[in-house]
């Protein structure tokens, strides 16, 4: 529950402004837009024209009243109250815009350069990850075969696959239906990214790179299949790895930008509640009547009114 406090202040001065008569004893001045009008409450009526602030000067030259304090506590007045929900819904549109709404520019730059670096940081590593992707791809183009990994299946597993089928999908599906039946995966389509993947990872694609048939002699076999990697194979799965972890970094950018949205509208909802409770000023003066504790006579002095909320 919102708990607020109002803390009322009346400060009455003791000296006498200037002879009034009684029928002056409620003369009150009105602030309206920086300037002010003498009233009347007993006739009911403005008995004096606007006059503006820097006028006063004059007429309280010989008094204890703060004039600039007059200026400044007028000006506190003509502020306006800003929309919590319209700066929460900025700042969660464009983190930094409602603290900026607020008034608050240090608070705005800041939440603005965490989104810029946000994504900033998204497409610098985005972007990496692409660069590295093509790379270890066209080295996979150039470096693994997969009429070499037939011919392996055919020597090492008697496969009986047609190694020089000139279409390579059907040659692709006669694998295929040999390794459903004796490993735990299948070549996928080519080209796909689980295809680069899985020429890199698993155990038995390692016989598709050049690097494991050597003088006519595979290094691979029915024998270590489960534990060989030829330096190819090796470090193709660092270049497909590195590649992976760029596209990692660049997934710190959009969770970064969501958690700036949505603290930056929960601060532009502090920050604009905190400059509507910013110290309200709401001043007045009032000439009335007052008994002289030295003198035991009435006598007409202003009266200062001030309202602070907090």
Known sequence: MKTSFVLALTFVFSFSLFSQSPAQSSL???????????????????????????????TY??????????????????KKKK????????SALLPGAGEFYGENYLKAGIFLGVEVLAWGTYVYFTKKGDNLTDDFQNYADAHWNVRQYARWLNEEWGAGIDEQEPDKEVLRQQINSFESSHFSHTLPDYGTQQYYELIGKYQPYVAGWEDAYVNGQWLITQQNVETYKTPM?????IDRQTANDQ???AKI??????????????????????????????TGFRIDQFRSPYTYKMEMMPTFNMKVSF
Do not use: C
Request: hydrophobic letters at 40%; aromatic letters at 10%.
């Open 83 to 90: 929309s919590v929900a319209l700066g929460v819904l900025l």
């Open 233 to 237: 194979f090796q470090g193709y799965a």
């Open 28 to 58: 009150i001045f009105i602030e309206e837009t920086g300037s002010l009008r003498l009233y009347s409450k007993k006739k009911n009526e403005v008995i004096e024209t606007r006059r503006n602030i820097s006028e006063l000067e004059g």
């Open 61 to 78: 030259t010989n008094s204890k009243l703060n004039i600039n304090d007059l200026k400044y506590n007028v000006g506190q007045q003509t």
């Open 253 to 282: 950018g959009p969770i970064t930008a969501i958690l700036n949205h949505i603290l930056s509208a929960a601060d532009a909802a502090w920050t604009i509640s905190a400059y509507n409770k910013q110290v309200k000023v709401e």
């Open 247 to 249: 596209y990692d970094y």
